[in-house]
């Protein structure tokens, strides 16, 4: 089993920046794809970044690209959203989801379902 704590969140003005972590213990030596996903009040959850196992690989949505950059560090079991200029509609809880399967497109990695193990969510809001 998998276990993901996500954290980082907080309260930023606009045109601000956080960095949320996922730190995985448990049985880790498995080669997991990362997906960093996020939900709004009365929205559908909606995937925001994805990263594979080695790192070589990384995908983002259009709404977040140039803005957040997804990275890992294997030897720490942690991967990173560094999130740059945000915006008041990023507001959302954010949740880590890890999986073993490769996805390398962003059309299958930005699907919740094809992740097996989540993290509890980390509440980011971007207000003035």
């Known amino acids: 089993q998998l276990q993901l704590v996500d954290s980082g969140g907080g309260l930023v003005q606009p045109g601000g920046s956080l960095r949320l972590s996922c730190a995985a213990s448990?049985?880790?030596?498995?080669?997991?794809?990362i997906g960093w996903f996020r939900q709004a009040p009365g929205k559908e959850r909606e995937g925001v970044s994805c990263i594979s196992s080695s790192g070589g690989s990384t995908n983002y949505a259009d709404s977040v690209k140039g803005r957040f950059t997804i990275s890992r560090d294997n030897a720490k079991d942690t991967v990173y959203l560094q999130m740059n200029s945000l915006k008041p509609e990023d507001t959302a809880v954010y949740y880590c989801a890890a999986t073993l399967r490769l996805l390398s497109l962003w059309a299958l990695c930005k699907e919740s379902g094809r992740y097996d193990y989540w993290g509890q969510g980390t509440q980011v809001t971007v207000s003035s």
């Open positions: 448990g049985f880790t030596r498995g080669y997991y794809t």
